[in-house]
């Protein structure tokens, strides 16, 4: 089977890139494609979006469209599957799948496709390996780090930065978006190697593990 997974930033690619293979193991292919970030559903999302803007959300319902027509070609020769992931933020999570839902079922044919949603954002399928974060990170703070409660709304990057960088996330804002960006791909890249897929606390994650294997 294939798998098309939609992330909405680099470090959720980075992540990915490393962590499917320890799903999916040797008999599947996938691709982890990554946008410039969230951007939102269009309001009519029937019309066509200019392909230059390169949001996740902005580019969806074109997305899931190209890949209907493309999936429905071999579907029975090789499945295929989209598998959108994006971070909750402080959106209200029920709400948010619903919107999702509208823009798939817009489309015939449609991709089989599946949404799943970091709670509250990528960090915390990180943080849901802790033992993964203290070999990647032996100076790590435990004090920070063991009063962190999976999928909690916390701030979630703000958190491991504090656990992890020196001075922590105040320190590392001060340095600008574009930094906290490049540092969130190097947790990725430094992290995801020793994550354990089947015994990481974080039910996000773990939701996006199973429904994979659940295709499969």
């Known amino acids: 089977m294939h798998f098309e997974i939609l992330v909405e930033d680099l470090s959720g690619k980075r992540a990915l890139d490393i962590l499917m293979p320890k799903i999916l193991g040797e008999q599947h292919t996938f691709n982890v494609k990554n946008y410039r970030g969230i951007g939102r559903i269009p ?43 994006c971070d909750l933020d402080d959106k209200c999570l029920k709400t948010f799948r619903q919107e999702l839902f509208d823009v798939l079922n817009a489309w015939h044919p449609k991709p089989e496709t599946r949404f799943c949603i970091a709670i509250e954002e990528g960090e915390a399928w990180l943080l849901g390996d802790i033992s993964a974060i203290k070999i990647a990170y032996p100076k790590a703070k435990d004090n920070v780090l063991n009063g962190y409660e999976n999928d909690s709304i916390c701030g979630t990057w703000e958190l491991l930065a504090d656990a992890v960088v020196i001075n922590g ?3 590392l804002k001060r340095r600008g978006w574009q930094a906290v960006g490049m540092q969130k791909s190097a ?8 994550m354990d897929v089947d015994a990481n606390a974080s039910p996000s994650f773990r939701y996006f593990r199973d429904k994979i294997r659940d295709l499969i």
């Open 43 to 85: 309001k009519n999302f029937t019309n066509s979006t200019d392909a230059s803007k390169r949001f996740l959300l902005s580019q969806l319902p074109r997305l899931l469209r190209g890949y209907g027509k493309t999936f429905a070609g071999y579907h029975s020769t090789y499945p295929a599957a989209v598998i959108l992931v």
């Open 169 to 171: 996330s105040r320190a």
């Open 187 to 194: 947790w990725a890249e430094n992290i995801a190697p020793h």
